[in-house]
């Protein structure tokens, strides 16, 4: 049995809740009461190394199919919504919602026998705010009080309805005592040889081959994990990832390390589970333009781009018919109180006037047809992005723009786009998030042009008008009003195109039916499947 604290909002003020939830024996296929069995190696497949294993300093998705079965947070979201506590024991809130009080596990220790203290966590904070590329929340809080050693209260000027939805996601507590040592976090040694508090430590990490993970002996949550090794297997190719699966040398693919092609063939087998369950919101693929070089400096040139997409065309090819068209950076499933449906009409399928455009922009074509050649570049292990893109190729061919496909492992990527700005147009996948202002919010204001290797406002886009309103809109505790400040702001966002959102796809885990307990303790279940599961034989 695990106390779950659960937050909810009565009379638009935030109370805790005590319930005892069930929570170990929680699982997918199988008898909800089953007993889990201890022992045995998990097995993970990656299609790409992570690009680091600290999720202070990052939000990159291979990081975070790791680093969070070693670090923990201070709470989390199960499958019913509701939060839990994870280091944090108790919580409580202000009746103005401005000071929120966490006291600690007793007893809960780093991997290296150090007791974590409120100090790690103020100190997690303010490294979060100062790298993770989703902070933006963060940099509002006024003050961090320390009030004992297992005690701390994080005050706000005003009230932040986003700020455990951050927890839940991002908010990772690392070792002060280790990652102190360095001024500049991105640099430190232990972003490759993490220590933490969560149910596994580290062991080794092979790179572009594999890491291990090992069965954290002094857990704080008595009788987990289950599993006595995890091991994630990075297998650049998706055919063999799958083969992998299929063979038994794997025992789990999540997200875009799982090709979707082979969704609906694995659907069929009966050997298998595949489910959408636990994958968090979904994932829009989009096209970002590096507005700082020619031709995407021209609005009327990105303009057309958008008008030479059919995206049905684009789903049916490029995902199997798995997603949806994306006509908005809200994804219209994640955020139905939040998605403005007007905006499915600013570009629809029209050649002519995509061939308009680029004639009133000088790109006229050639005696070939060609008008503009430009590279955009891509993570080469992500299938879904891939095949996307290829459809993209053929669309664009049509007005004369024709894309040369730069494929690469996913660290060079992302030097190249988010840290450096090296590039033409990047076509890649961003999580929707635990909400708009984390998941989306980054990509556009002003505040989250900074070079940070994951996915956030990468060609320096700047509008007053969208930040106003993304400041508002997570800045208001009142539902109806955020959704009306996030309707308000798409039109300009779409207007402007600084990326063009191309497809709404959710994601999906696959995993053997003798695996037990995967996604179905938690929101983002998929991150932490070696620290929920076990094998029934």
Do not use: C
């Not at 430590?201 to 009788?223: A, C």
């Amino acid at each position: 049995m695990k106390t779950a604290r659960r937050v909810k909002v009565i009379d638009g003020v935030l109370a805790i809740l005590v319930g005892l939830a069930i929570l170990a024996g929680s699982v997918l296929n199988g008898n909800a009461a089953e007993k889990p069995k201890s022992g045995g190696t998990f097995v993970v497949g990656l299609h790409a190394d992570p690009n680091s294993l600290n999720p202070v300093i990052s939000s990159d998705g291979q990081l975070l199919m790791v680093a969070p079965n070693i670090f923990s947070r201070l709470i989390y979201v199960n499958m019913e919504g509701n939060y839990v506590g994870d280091l944090a024991e108790n919580w409580t809130i202000s009746k103005d919602n401005l000071r929120i009080r966490f006291d600690l596990r007793k007893g809960a220790k780093w991997h290296d026998g150090k007791a974590v203290t409120a100090e790690d966590v103020k100190f997690s904070m303010e490294k979060l705010t100062k790298y993770h590329p989703r902070s933006i929340e963060l940099k509002r809080i006024s003050e961090i009080k320390i009030l004992s050693p297992t005690s701390l209260e994080i005050i706000f000027p005003t009230a932040s309805p986003t700020f455990f939805a951050f927890l839940d996601e991002s908010g990772f507590i690392i070792p002060k005592h280790i990652y102190s040592t360095s001024e500049d976090l991105t640099m430190h040694p232990s972003n490759s040889s993490p220590i933490g508090s969560g149910p596994f430590t580290f062991q080794e990490w092979k790179k572009s081959d594999h890491i291990t993970l090992v069965k954290n002996k002094n857990y704080y949550i008595p009788g987990e994990p289950f599993v006595d090794k995890v091991i994630y297997r990075s297998i650049s190719s998706g055919a063999s990832r799958v083969l992998s699966l299929e063979t038994g040398d794997i025992d789990y693919l999540a997200s875009r390390d799982l090709p979707e092609t082979d969704v609906p063939r694995l659907r069929k087998n009966p050997n298998f589970v595949v489910t959408d369950k636990g994958t968090g919101s979904s994932s829009l693929n989009f096209l970002l333009f590096n507005t700082r070089r020619k031709p995407w400096d021209d609005v009327r040139v990105r303009r057309a781009v958008a008008h030479a997409i059919d995206r049905q065309v684009m789903v049916e090819k490029g995902t199997f018919g798995l997603a949806k068209p994306a006509y908005s950076p809200f994804s219209k499933g994640s955020w139905p109180w939040a998605y403005n449906p007007k905006v499915e009409e600013m570009y629809p399928f029209d050649l002519a006037k995509a061939a308009m455009l680029l004639d009133e922009a000088g790109y006229a074509a050639g005696p070939d047809g060609l008008r503009i050649k430009t590279t955009v570049l891509l993570d080469r292990g992500d299938t879904r992005t891939m095949d996307i893109t290829e459809v993209m190729r053929e669309q664009l061919k049509k007005v004369g723009i024709e894309l040369v496909l730069q494929p690469m492992d996913k660290a060079t990527m992302a030097d190249r786009v988010w840290m450096k700005a090296e590039f033409d147009l990047w076509s890649g996948p961003s999580s929707q998030g635990s909400d708009p202002a984390i998941g989306i919010e980054r990509i556009f204001v002003t505040a989250g042009i900074r070079p940070v290797p994951a996915v956030h406002n990468g060609n320096a886009y700047s509008n007053p008008e969208v930040d106003k309103l993304f400041l508002l809109a997570r800045t208001t505790i009142d539902k109806k009003s955020r959704g009306r400040h996030y309707r308000d702001v798409q039109p300009i966002l779409m207007r402007d195109l600084p990326v063009l959102p191309l497809t709404d796809t959710p994601k999906f885990a696959v995993f053997p039916k003798k695996v037990r307990g995967a996604n179905a303790r938690r929101f983002w279940s998929f991150y932490y499947a070696p620290s929920d599961v076990w094998f029934s034989q």
